[in-house]
């Protein structure tokens, strides 16, 4: 079973939209979340983290988690087509040592 | 940043032979990890690996799959004998406890 799900699978936004990303745990374990950028062709580079419920903001990044529904989710405000790329959530729990990945989101975004 | 370095970058090997993928992690972390993508896709998890032990494995870990890190050198993958499944890019990381850092992967092709 999956223990990390992302949606949408593929997103299209304009230049300058707001692009926004969903990843669900189905393990109760889990209590860390991490979001990774991947351009193509590349490894895969920390954007940002998130442990405690509410919002963290970075820039034009913006991550909220609700613990309770494990749900966190990335928005991308004033997309950039350099933001063009797979988008992957992590998640893992304390006090063990390994991180599962969704099968990512692939965000295109249009000039 | 820390930095994880792989050699080689791409490796091109007939379908029975053995291949090692070689990973020199960032010199103070603990934990090292290999996972296996396929075409842009998820970032699927193979084995992570603590103090001289594998921790965990997934089911893509097959039997013939090996991993090692000698007296503190390269941390390793082998595969003997490799398959035609086994084409992909190997992602090597590490961390010191929270967040990976990815080395930027070798593509094995397996003809």
């Known amino acids: 079973q999956q223990k990390v799900q992302q949606s949408p699978e593929s997103l299209i936004v304009p230049e300058g939209g707001m692009a926004s990303l969903n990843c669900t745990s189905s393990d109760r374990n889990v209590d860390y979340f991490w979001w990774y950028r991947q351009h193509s062709g590349k490894s895969p580079k920390m954007l940002m983290s998130i442990f405690s419920n509410g919002e963290k903001e970075e820039g034009r990044f913006t991550v909220h988690l609700n613990k309770a529904s494990l749900h966190t989710s990335l928005h991308i405000r004033d997309s950039q087509p350099s933001d063009s790329a797979l988008y992957l959530c992590a998640a893992s729990h304390t006090g063990y040592q390994n991180f599962y990945f969704g099968k990512g989101t692939s965000l295109t975004v249009i000039p | 940043g820390p930095k994880v370095l792989q050699i080689p970058s791409h490796q091109i090997i007939d379908m029975g032979q053995m291949v090692t993928l070689n990973c020199d992690p960032v010199s103070n972390h603990l934990y090292f990890y290999w996972y296996k993508q396929i075409l842009g896709q998820q970032m699927e998890f193979l084995v992570n690996f603590y103090n001289g032990k594998v921790m965990e494995k997934s089911k893509l870990f097959k039997d013939q799959f090996s991993v090692e890190r000698p007296d503190g050198s390269y941390f390793t993958l082998k595969i003997q004998p490799t398959a035609l499944e086994d084409s992909a890019v190997y992602f090597c990381?590490?961390?010191?406890?929270?967040?990976?850092?990815f080395g930027h992967g070798t593509k094995l092709s397996v003809l």
């Open positions: 990381a590490s961390s010191p406890r929270e967040r990976l850092f």
